[in-house]
């Protein structure tokens, strides 16, 4: 069996204001239903770095994540 064990729990304590902040920030992709934080769509569109002169140039990796458009996103409405 590969399940995950669990060693921790951690009880956050929020007041209801920066949960709903929190989930103001939050999108979702309309074709499969994935939600993306603030910070991992700020990361996915982060340009890639560029190769110094000694080095070789990577080659394009096909499982990269992509740069996600921020039109196409879509709000939850359980987070509203």
């Given at each position: 069996m590969n399940d995950p064990e669990f060693?921790?729990?951690?009880?956050?304590?929020?007041?209801k204001a920066e949960t709903f902040k929190r989930a103001s920030e939050l999108r979702q992709t309309?074709?499969?239903?994935?939600v993306y934080s603030k910070w991992e769509r700020n990361e996915r569109a982060k340009?890639?770095?560029?190769?110094?002169e000694d080095e070789e140039p990577e080659e394009e990796d096909e499982n990269a994540p992509k740069p996600l458009n921020e039109n196409?996103?879509?709000f939850r409405e359980c987070d509203n």
């Open positions: 060693t921790h729990i951690v009880d956050l304590i929020e007041d309309p074709p499969d239903g994935v340009p890639k770095k560029p190769a110094n196409d996103l879509v």
